[in-house]
Nanobody, 121 residues
Framework: QVQLVESGGGLVQAGGSLRLACAAS????????IGWFRQAPGKEREFVGL???????KYADSVRGRVTISRDNAKNTGYLEMNNLKIEDTAVYYC???????????????WGQGTQVTVSS
């Protein structure tokens, strides 16, 4: 079982940047595709992007061009970098692990606890 812990959230001004990290508990991290999701108050959890075991990536249309997802298997860690942040990016951000290639959150097996990102004007 893979345990995931997100970090790097916080308060940032609109137009700013942030990098979130997703640290895994062991080396099996490299066998999983790592997805990032977010959930704003009163809204459903939505797909942000994912990075595959071979570093292929896929992004939601809403963030494409502003977000870069990567991974460092040597550190058992995934990353989500966000630029030109907007107020509507405010949400709890989660990383998750799956052995499939999917944007559906119900197809991810392991989840972190989430980290809050708040974008202010």
């Amino acid at each position: 079982q893979v345990q995931l812990v997100e970090s790097g959230g916080g308060l940032v001004q609109a137009g700013g940047s942030l990098r979130l990290a997703c640290a895994a508990s062991d080396r099996t991290f490299s066998n999983y595709n790592i997805g990032w999701f977010r959930q704003a108050p009163g809204k459903e959890r939505e797909f942000v992007g994912l990075v595959g075991v071979a570093d292929t990536t896929k992004y939601a249309d809403s963030v494409r061009g502003r977000v870069t997802i990567s991974r460092d298997n040597a550190k058992n860690t995934g990353y989500l970098e966000m630029n030109n942040l907007k107020i509507e990016d405010t949400a709890v951000y989660y990383c998750a692990a799956t052995q499939g290639w999917t944007t559906r959150n119900d197809q991810y097996d392991y989840w972190g606890q989430g980290t809050q990102v708040t974008v202010s004007s």
